[in-house]
């Protein structure tokens, strides 16, 4: 997968604070919803480490969406899964300039953390008006058990004594 955006740091020339921000790689143009994302993150007093991360995996996020010519606003519940499932079988790139010959994956948690920013950025997104709310219902919508497991009790869900 080529890399479509960038997490990058920028420092305001005026004051010297530093923020976290997702950037078209080809065009150095920010990519607005992203960056107020990321800044929603620092008004709710989030550590720049985690602005850092999350601005990586909104930036990994945005850049799987364009490979695969995704919507990244209104992506499908089976394209989310599909971007899980990639997460965890596509092989990082080496580091360094000499290549391992085992290669690197992610691991289920770390795909897992991923998604759990890009429900976040999603979510985030429905406030402002650029992602509908059925796209982000999908995500957490409640789910029905028609055959609980043996030990729980159908009415309180706790487990049988």
Known sequence: MSSHFLAERSVSPATGAEQWVVVDAGTYTLHAQACAYLASLRSRGCSRSTERAYAGRVALYLSYCQDQRIDWAAP???ELAGLQRWLITEPLPARGRQ???VP???SSGTANAVMTVVSGFLRFGVVHGW???QTVAVLSEPKQLFHLPPRLRPRRGGPVP
Do not use: M
């Open 99 to 101: 290549s391992s010959l």
């Open 104 to 106: 690197r994956f992610r």
């Open 76 to 78: 499908r519940f089976v």
């Open 131 to 133: 992602v509908t709310p």
